[in-house]
C-alpha cells in the first residue's frame, strides 16, 4: 500500500504527468491532462488539407471552436494553399499564426 493513502483508497487509476512522475489521475486536472495529451500526441507537422477535429484540437493554440471553424472554412472554400490562409479563419490571427507555422502545413 502507497504511503499516505488509506485502506479505503484501493481502485485509484494513474497517469504519467511529467517525465518521472506518475500521480493519480484523481490529482490532475482536465486541464493538465488535456495540455500533456497534446504535447504528446503531435508527432511532426499536421496538414491543414486533411486532419480531422481531433488532430487539430491536438495543437497548441487550437480547441474545439478553432477546429471546427478551420474545418468549416476549408470545407466552404477549399483546401488551403498555404499556411498563411489560417488567417482567413475566424479567430485565428496573426499571434495564434505565428505559434502554429512551425506546427502545420498544407500538404504539397
Not at 500521480?23 to 504528446?40: D, L
Not at 486533411?50 to 477546429?67: F, M, N, Q, R, Y
Not at 468549416?72 to 495564434?96: E, M
Amino acid at each position: 500500500m502507497s504511503e499516505g493513502y488509506a485502506p479505503g483508497d484501493v481502485s485509484v487509476s494513474w497517469e504519467q504527468g511529467t517525465v518521472g512522475d506518475v500521480v493519480p489521475s484523481s490529482f490532475v486536472s482536465r486541464r493538465q491532462r488535456r495540455k500533456a495529451c497534446k504535447e504528446a500526441i503531435v508527432p511532426g507537422p499536421v496538414n491543414l488539407n486533411t486532419a480531422d477535429e481531433a488532430t487539430l484540437t491536438s495543437l497548441k493554440g487550437i480547441g474545439a471552436v478553432k477546429a471546427k471553424a478551420i474545418i468549416a472554412y476549408r470545407q466552404q472554400n477549399g483546401p488551403f494553399k498555404s499556411v498563411d490562409d489560417l488567417k482567413k479563419v475566424p479567430g485565428i490571427g496573426d499571434k495564434l499564426l505565428a505559434q502554429l507555422k512551425d506546427q502545420v502545413t498544407v500538404g504539397k
